[in-house]
């Protein structure tokens, strides 16, 4: 799901479904609006079978987890990714039926440091702050790699993914 702004700042979002759909050619992946979360739990709850994952990126993080949180009260499981949320701190419910991560910069300073509660949260090594940062951090083809592997069932207790991430400063 994009953040604010839809495809004008969010276009990485897009991306990475591209990615996503290149390695599972026989699912279906939707890319949409943080404001149609709705409308993904609705195909959701339509293709019961299909295994969801909800990546969100800024604004779209939180509608992904409110998304989750909606799904898993119908029994359905899900995993939720979040990119950078972005001055603010959505939290996942801490449900048997919701698996989340969250990858983060804090680019916002103190006001929220984007990470989401209920989720592990990995925080992506920083290459400065505010809008600019956040709005690059999805195109990083470093971070997109991360994000597909997360989507494509990767280890939660990967030791590797908390080095790859912090090494992202430092290129």
Known sequence: MRGYGGTMTSSGIDEIGRKLQKQMPERPIMVGNWEDWEFFVADALANRAARVVLVGFSKGSEAAAQAAGELASRQIRVK???LDPFCMA???????EIEAINFYRNSCGSVA???MAGAENVRLGD???GLSDHLAVQHDPAVQA???E???GGASDDPTREKRAQR???R
């Open 113 to 115: 440091d984007g990470t």
């Open 80 to 82: 939720v990714i979040g």
């Open 127 to 129: 290459t400065g702050s």
């Open 168 to 170: 992202l400063s430092r």
């Open 150 to 152: 997360a989507a494509l």
């Open 146 to 148: 991360l994000v597909v």
């Open 90 to 96: 959505p939290v996942v419910a801490r449900l048997p």
